[in-house]
């Protein structure tokens, strides 16, 4: 039976933010995939089905925008609550979302109990492979900005270039195959790695719903995250984030969003792969 | 006996094809009635899409043409969709079907006209000028030095056709205009038969990975708007529109404000060229007996985009295998350990 006791994992902020990524990644993947995989039936399907040229373009542009203002925000945010809220924890310690030393450890427990001579590891508040994600789609997002407005602006990025160098350094182009195959590395990475080590393990199918409810029952914690529930237990801070449960409404629209969602990313990325087997073969 | 013999079949067959020439010759002399006596003039497409729109006015709707170079036979139809005539280059208010046929002018079609019409000729009256750039350019020079053959106008602008087949398919060669996107589409195919390696290369550009989607129209560039029509010529050379002297007009026409670094941008990747990395390879191996061919090659712009291609693809090989191995291994040992938990829960229930 599961418990009732839920407790805050993810504050109004975090899921809101999570929801805008949600959003721009879909709409970028859906408008930006098709070009690279453009001499496939499907990739002309869905170029069509967003209005092909220029309306994709367009379509991929404002999602480009929402994008910028999701990061925005998070820097902002991040910003806030460092320098002027004064909080901690943001470099170092276990709210942190930087590689610490007891990564490299629960990597080390983690490959143990991958082989069987040992138990699951105890995580804290972040597992290292979520710590990789979330520095992976910093990094994503920044390469993928820059490379998409020298795209968008290609006059006016090479305008700053020096003739001589222009003629070895093409900026454009290699904004290009950047951004082409960083994309394809960030959709397959969400669709396959992101999907699979959170929504769709078999204790959590069809979806995790805790990024859009942002409350997890207290079962899930102490599987999950057993070393956090220990910490705050000890420092008498556990019913600080004590909540009720999420209704079966919430539950509902969490999953009527999420399940639509992993579904076309599954999809997409049979798309690609099937291209790398016809490639391939 | 459920049996027919041979002499009947021919005899069933030639009463059948008896009927045929009564009800055409019976046509005809209906038609002979009703327009008699027609003479074809200048002026006028009426008499000639009168019976060219209807295949039942005609005698013939569709006849085999044999090209006398590849012997490749091509059913071209006698018929004419005025709508698509209208569209072409030659759909103007003053221009008319025996301007291209003038072995038809006066002609009197009381029985119909001859069936075999002379080959248009597109030069001699009308298209001089093109014609001569296009003949003098090396282009074609070259392609007379190596045996190939010289495309014809109606290679590239049109073959038999205003005609469509029986089938209701237009024919794609109907002397469309140049912003017409299906002819711009076709023209990309035309030139990539003979230029294989830049087809591919465009395809891998920005350009062309639009157009391979579909898109045609003006807004995208096909080979023709960088490179000119008629009188194409090597990059290298002053005159050419992706030369030295033309190349800002020609990519200003798009980009407003292109600039002296922007149009040094290389239009034909070789990042999926396996030519390109060999050449590549041969001058690092031939560094030290050569170090100008290295420099030369380290001066290529298209070199770092080899280098950050196949980094990317080392990216995206490492990634999806240690990742994909990790999500897996996860996904097995979560589920062993369900299993272990439900049989523990078993022995207790028990």
């Known amino acids: 039976m599961k418990s009732t006791i839920n407790y805050i994992r993810f504050s109004l902020f975090h899921r809101f933010c999570h929801f805008l990524i949600i959003i721009s990644f879909f709409g970028l993947v859906l408008t930006g995939v098709p070009l690279a995989f453009r001499s496939y039936a499907w990739a002309r399907w869905l170029y069509e089905l967003f209005g092909g040229y220029p309306t994709a373009g367009y379509i991929h542009r404002i999602c480009a925008l929402i994008t910028f203002f999701a990061a925005f925000i998070h820097f902002v945010y991040l910003f806030y609550n460092i320098s ?7 470099f170092w310690g276990p709210n942190s979302l930087l590689i610490q030393p007891r990564d490299i450890f629960d990597i080390i427990g983690d490959i143990k109990w991958f082989l069987g001579i040992g138990k699951r590891p105890d995580f804290d508040r972040w597992i290292y492979w979520e710590k990789f994600e979330y520095l992976s789609l910093m990094w994503g997002t920044l390469v993928m900005a820059v490379t998409g407005l020298i795209l968008w602006f290609p006059v006016q990025f090479t305008k700053i270039i020096p003739v001589s160098v222009a003629g070895i350094i093409d900026l454009p182009s290699i904004a290009l195959i950047v951004h082409r195959y960083e994309a394809i590395l960030a959709a397959g990475f969400i669709f396959t790695i992101h999907f699979f080590h959170t929504h769709l393990l078999p204790e959590k199918m069809p979806a995790d719903e805790v990024i859009f409810t942002g409350k997890i029952t207290e079962e899930e914690f102490k599987h999950e995250r057993l070393n956090q529930f220990k910490r705050l237990e000890s420092q008498r801070q556990l019913e600080n984030y004590k909540v009720a449960p999420p209704s079966l409404f919430v539950t509902f629209l969490a999953r009527l969003f999420a399940v639509p969602m992993l579904i076309i990313g599954l999809i997409m990325v049979g798309f690609m792969f099937s291209a790398l087997l016809v490639w391939a073969i | 006996m459920g049996y027919i013999s041979g002499k009947n079949m021919i005899g069933r067959l030639s009463s059948g094809f008896g009927k045929f020439k009564l009800l055409a010759s019976f046509t005809i002399f209906v038609l002979m009635i009703a327009v008699s006596p027609t003479l074809l003039t200048a002026g006028d497409n009426g008499h000639c899409l009168e019976c060219h729109t209807r295949p039942d006015k005609l005698k013939v709707s569709e006849k085999a043409k044999i090209d006398p170079v590849t012997a490749e036979i091509k059913v071209a139809s006698m018929l004419i969709d005025e709508a698509a005539f209208k569209a072409s280059a030659h759909g103007g208010q003053d221009f008319f079907c025996i301007d291209c046929h003038p072995d038809l002018d006066g002609v009197d079609l009381t029985e119909g006209h001859k069936p075999n019409l002379k080959p248009v000729d597109c030069i001699t009256f009308c298209h001089d000028d093109p014609a001569e750039e296009y003949l003098n350019s090396t282009h074609v020079k070259l392609m007379k030095q190596n045996n190939k053959d010289v495309p014809t106008c109606k290679d590239c602008h049109a073959g038999l056709t205003y005609h469509y087949t029986p089938l209701g398919e237009k024919s794609p060669r109907d002397v469309p205009r140049g912003t017409d996107p299906l002819h711009r589409k076709l023209t990309i195919e ?40 008629h009188k194409i010529l090597n990059s290298s050379e002053p005159e050419s529109k992706v030369g ?94 369900e299993f272990k938990r439900k049989g523990h829960a078993d022995e207790e229930h028990h």
């Open chain 1, 84 to 90: 002027v809220r004064k909080k901690r924890g943001f």
């Open chain 2, 190 to 229: 035309s030139c990539g038969s003979c230029h294989q390696d830049y087809f591919d290369s465009y395809r891998n550009n920005a350009h062309g990975q639009v157009t391979a989607l579909g898109h045609t129209t003006t807004d995208v560039p096909v080979c023709f708007d960088c490179h000119g029509k």
């Open chain 2, 244 to 337: 030295k002297d033309k190349i800002l007009e020609t990519c200003g026409k798009c980009h407003a404000n292109a600039n002296a670094s922007f149009v040094k941008h290389v239009e034909h990747p070789q990042i999926k060229n396996v030519g390109y990395y060999k050449t590549l390879l041969a001058a690092v191996k031939n560094a030290r007996n050569n170090p100008e061919g290295l420099k030369k090659v380290i001066k290529n712009p298209q070199t770092i985009l080899c280098i950050v291609f196949v980094m990317y693809i080392g990216i995206l090989a490492f990634t999806f295998s240690s990742f994909g191995l990790h999500s897996l291994l996860t996904w097995l040992a979560t589920v062993r350990d």
